[in-house]
């Protein structure tokens, strides 16, 4: 049963289209991958989403309700929370503060500072940054960075997570520590992830089902290994390319 879908799902920028009558679902329980080439459109359908941006046309619905129009803060205290391609904590702050921020403002909203501060240290000791609570953000190694974007959204509660391109930057150890973390927030926390990444075979290797965009439609969505035999993915990522 899809926990997150979107029918009919358009945004403009002026005259730039960014999606066009995107259609998609995401089942409860789910590691959905979004793919595409540059400028496809993947991280504007996670803004959509969020209601940073408003639909120019279509509907937005998490388990069942519609969120379209809603604020991002409200999106957020629904249940559906995510990270950003470039890493976005308070550089003036310590690492558990940042993740304090989402236990006190998510969908489970802790009702003091002492809670809070209790269910941020668990989820840091989860995700490995404990020893690095009370450190500073901006001392952060990159993939520190990454795990602190991460935490500060778990905090959140969400039962559907974005992760917009979790792995950039991260070098190929690092990109299977950063799986496996990502497998154990569904198996363990039954969390329902929904993951844009641009590392072909991480996201194939992890996703259960994977949806392709270009130029803000929607061209594929199946199993890994049938959207990577899926002949309009091929052209979008390599006829595309050679036309051009």
Do not use: W
């Not at 450190?135 to 959204?153: F, G, N, Q």
């Not at 991480?202 to 899926?230: C, F, H, N, W, Y």
Request: proline letters at 4%; hydrophobic letters at 45%.
């Amino acid at each position: 049963m899809p926990v997150l879908e979107g029918v009919g799902v358009s945004k403009y920028f002026g005259g730039v289209v960014a999606l066009s009558n995107v259609s998609f679902h995401v089942d409860d329980g789910e590691i959905v991958g979004l793919i595409g080439p540059n400028g496809a459109g993947k991280t504007t359908l996670f803004n959509v989403i969020c209601c940073f941006y408003p639909l120019n046309s279509g509907v937005i619905k998490f388990k069942g309700e519609k969120i379209t129009g809603l604020k991002p803060h409200q999106v957020c205290r629904k249940g559906i929370a995510r990270t950003f391609q470039i890493t976005r904590s308070f550089a003036n702050m310590s690492v558990v503060d940042n993740v304090m921020i989402g236990a006190l403002f998510g969908k489970e909203a802790q009702g003091n500072l002492k809670s809070a501060r209790e269910e941020a240290m668990r989820l840091m000791g989860f995700i490995g940054l404990i020893e690095k609570a009370d450190m500073p953000v901006e001392s952060l190694t990159s993939i520190d960075a990454r795990r602190l974007e991460l935490v500060r959204a778990l905090a959140a509660k969400p039962k559907v997570l974005l992760l917009d391109e979790v792995l950039a930057g991260l070098n190929p150890s690092e990109v299977a520590e950063a799986m496996e973390l990502i497998r154990r927030l569904r198996d363990e926390m039954g969390i329902t992830i929904f993951m844009v990444e641009h590392i072909m075979k991480s996201v194939m290797g992890i996703s259960d089902r994977v949806i392709v965009l270009a130029d803000g439609q929607q061209i594929a969505d199946g199993t890994p290994k049938e959207v990577s035999a899926d002949p309009s993915v091929i052209q979008a990522y390599l006829g595309g390319a050679e036309e051009r």
